[in-house]
């Protein structure tokens, strides 16, 4: 009886022209979306590769020079983008995607797509994420709303349920009818998805977990729209209800928690926090003068060490060691200030997460985030993975100052004090990590969790109105 109820329902569906035009227009929708954001990422892929590889040649083609001019001169990291980014891009736009790194400085990353794009691309970009986060539930609004008040409506239910079907037939059946008008709506997410991970281009578990929460986050809202229509006798006031839902639930909560988050949590502004830093660092003392009081302590230890009274009889270079010295505390308190910086954004972050318990659509990006690699510790690990790569190269150029270059040359006239260019040659190019699947699992749990919950609590509530339906007709 039950697949009676949804076949019945799929012809009505076939027989609804706007139904059919808006189900091909989702589809073209989601096509579109899908190859541009999927061009757009291989693009913005390649172009930062080769920027890397660029970077990396200008860096060990310098000419033999003294090792602290390598130290100003710098070099820069790019962030590959994830292949899921073409899904759902999170906050890769808003967030930078390239790193300088030098000597005696902790940058943040800059170029940012929301800086260099039109202000439009703040209101959203249109993915396949968007369309399945925005647009997939108002189709199922408009479409689904009069499923069991259309019944009412015309007078069947009476007949229907004289006839022997049960309440609970009818609205499993409607239900049943709408999961498979979803089913159709996700068909084009899916294969894209699918196609990735068996090409290669994505890992398997990062596009399941894509799938599953997408797939429930169509269905609580199949569940809701069928909810929605048994509770009322008229698919008008059905229909309102559920734009009212939909403008709260996807429109507004999404802007007005974050907004809320940000105001309980304060982040200090970047000047701010530019001065503290250069307080703070000054306080540090001048790792270019070996015989500033603040590296005295330094200097005796190091006296003392090789059992010698003067500076010149070190068997190494005293200024290489004070730099690398001084760019372990200058690191030490760059690192403090960043990960407070940090800390602060991810405190606003969990706000929002426990804001997913009340709004399932909070909880589907987070999951959507998650799995895609474009979450805040998707860019968190990219600067912590930055800077540790940048202190290596930094305390690796220092050392060669240490032991290549001999104290008693420094400052000579006549003394260029430069090594061969082959020293930086030999030092290994950055290589960005992506998250393991078990730190993308847990990352994702709460959320997937919420989506759950919400799942079971309106299947219960489904069918326990679905058969009280009979008696409020009665």
Same mark, same amino acid.
């Given at each position: 009886?039950?697949?009676?109820?949804?076949?019945?329902?799929?012809?009505?569906?076939?027989?609804?022209?706007?139904?059919?035009?808006?189900?091909? %227009?989702?589809?073209?929708?989601?096509?579109?979306?899908?190859?541009?954001?999927?061009?757009?990422?291989?693009?913005?892929?390649?172009?930062?590769?080769?920027?890397?590889?660029?970077?990396?040649?200008?860096?060990?083609?310098?000419?033999?020079?003294?090792?602290?001019?390598?130290?100003?001169?710098?070099?820069?990291?790019?962030?590959?983008?994830?292949?899921?980014?073409?899904?759902?891009?999170?906050?890769?736009?808003?967030?930078?995607?390239?790193?300088?790194?030098?000597?005696?400085?902790?940058?943040?990353?800059?170029?940012?797509?929301?800086?260099?794009?039109?202000?439009?691309?703040?209101?959203?970009?249109?993915?396949?994420?968007?369309?399945?986060?925005?647009? &997939?539930?108002?189709?199922?609004?408009?479409?689904?709303?009069?499923?069991?008040?259309?019944?009412?409506?015309?007078?069947?239910?009476?007949?229907?349920?004289?006839?022997?079907?049960?309440?609970?037939?009818?609205?499993?059946?409607?239900?049943?009818?709408?999961?498979? *008008?979803?089913?159709?709506?996700?068909?084009?997410?899916? &294969?894209?998805?699918? #196609?990735?991970?068996?090409?290669?281009?994505?890992?398997?578990?990062?596009?399941?977990?894509?799938?599953?929460?997408?797939?429930?986050?169509?269905?609580? #809202?199949?569940?809701?729209?069928?909810?929605?229509?048994?509770?009322?006798?008229?698919?008008?006031?059905?229909?309102?209800?559920?734009?009212?839902? #939909?403008?709260?639930?996807?429109? %507004?909560?999404?802007?007005?928690?974050?907004?809320? &988050?940000?105001?309980?949590?304060?982040?200090?502004?970047?000047?701010?926090?530019?001065?503290?830093?250069?307080?703070?660092?000054?306080?540090?003392?001048?790792?270019?003068?070996?015989?500033?009081?603040?590296?005295?302590?330094?200097?005796?230890?190091?006296?003392?060490?090789?059992?010698?009274?003067?500076?010149?009889?070190?068997?190494?270079?005293?200024?290489?060691?004070?730099?690398?010295?001084?760019?372990?505390?200058?690191?030490?308190?760059?690192?403090?200030?960043?990960?407070?910086?940090?800390?602060?954004?991810?405190?606003?972050?969990?706000?929002?997460?426990?804001?997913?318990? %009340?709004?399932?659509?909070?909880?589907?990006?987070?999951?959507?985030?998650?799995?895609?690699?474009?979450?805040?510790?998707?860019?968190?690990?990219?600067?912590?993975?930055?800077?540790?790569?940048?202190?290596?190269?930094?305390?690796?150029?220092?050392?060669?100052?240490?032991?290549?270059?001999?104290?008693?040359?420094?400052?000579?006239?006549?003394?260029?004090?430069?090594?061969?260019?082959?020293?930086?040659?030999? *030092?290994?190019?950055?290589?960005?990590?992506?998250?393991?699947?078990?730190?993308?699992?847990?990352?994702?749990?709460?959320?997937?969790?919420?989506?759950?919950? #919400?799942?079971?609590?309106?299947?219960?509530?489904?069918?326990?109105?679905?058969?009280? %339906?009979?008696?409020?007709?009665?």
């Amino acid at each position: 009886m039950i697949k009676r109820i949804a076949l019945e329902e799929w012809r009505a569906l076939a027989r609804d022209r706007a139904a059919v035009v808006g189900l091909l %227009l989702l589809t073209v929708l989601m096509l579109v979306a899908a190859l541009t954001a999927y061009e757009q990422q291989r693009g913005a892929n390649a172009e930062r590769a080769r920027y890397q590889a660029q970077s990396n040649h200008e860096f060990q083609a310098q000419p033999d020079r003294h090792p602290h001019r390598m130290v100003h001169y710098g070099h820069f990291l790019f962030r590959p983008v994830n292949p899921l980014a073409a899904f759902d891009p999170g906050i890769d736009g808003y967030t930078g995607s390239t790193l300088f790194v030098e000597g005696h400085q902790q940058n943040s990353a800059n170029f940012g797509d929301v800086r260099q794009t039109s202000l439009l691309l703040r209101f959203g970009q249109l993915t396949p994420a968007f369309v399945l986060q925005v647009l &997939a539930p108002l189709l199922l609004v408009f479409f689904g709303h009069a499923a069991v008040a259309r019944e009412r409506e015309s007078g069947t239910l009476r007949v229907l349920l004289a006839q022997g079907v049960a309440s609970r037939q009818l609205v499993l059946g409607k239900l049943l009818a709408l999961c498979g *008008f979803t089913a159709l709506m996700l068909l084009p997410a899916l &294969a894209g998805l699918a #196609w990735m991970a068996a090409s290669g281009h994505a890992p398997w578990l990062p596009v399941l977990l894509l799938a599953a929460g997408y797939t429930g986050w169509l269905l609580l #809202w199949s569940l809701g729209v069928v909810l929605v229509s048994t509770l009322f006798a008229r698919g008008r006031d059905a229909l309102l209800v559920l734009l009212a839902v #939909w403008t709260v639930a996807v429109i %507004l909560l999404p802007r007005w928690i974050p907004d809320l &988050a940000s105001s309980a949590v304060a982040l200090p502004t970047r000047y701010e926090n530019v001065i503290n830093v250069q307080r703070d660092y000054l306080a540090l003392g001048d790792s270019h003068n070996p015989q500033d009081p603040k590296f005295a302590a330094f200097r005796d230890g190091l006296l003392k060490q090789y059992n010698v009274t003067r500076v010149e009889d070190l068997p190494v270079n005293l200024k290489g060691l004070v730099s690398m010295e001084g760019e372990r505390r200058s690191t030490e308190l760059f690192n403090r200030y960043a990960a407070a910086g940090m800390d602060r954004q991810q405190a606003q972050s969990r706000l929002i997460d426990h804001a997913g318990w %009340l709004s399932p659509a909070l909880a589907l990006r987070r999951l959507s985030m998650t799995a895609s690699g474009t979450d805040l510790a998707s860019f968190r690990s990219f600067l912590e993975q930055g800077e540790a790569y940048r202190y290596a190269l930094i305390q690796g150029l220092n050392k060669l100052h240490a032991e290549e270059v001999h104290y008693a040359d420094e400052g000579q006239a006549g003394k260029e004090n430069r090594i061969s260019n082959s020293h930086w040659q030999g *030092f290994p190019p950055f290589h960005y990590r992506q998250a393991q699947v078990d730190e993308i699992l847990l990352r994702a749990a709460p959320a997937g969790a919420a989506l759950i919950l #919400w799942i079971l609590a309106l299947t219960g509530l489904t069918w326990w109105l679905g058969g009280r %339906l009979g008696r409020a007709v009665r």
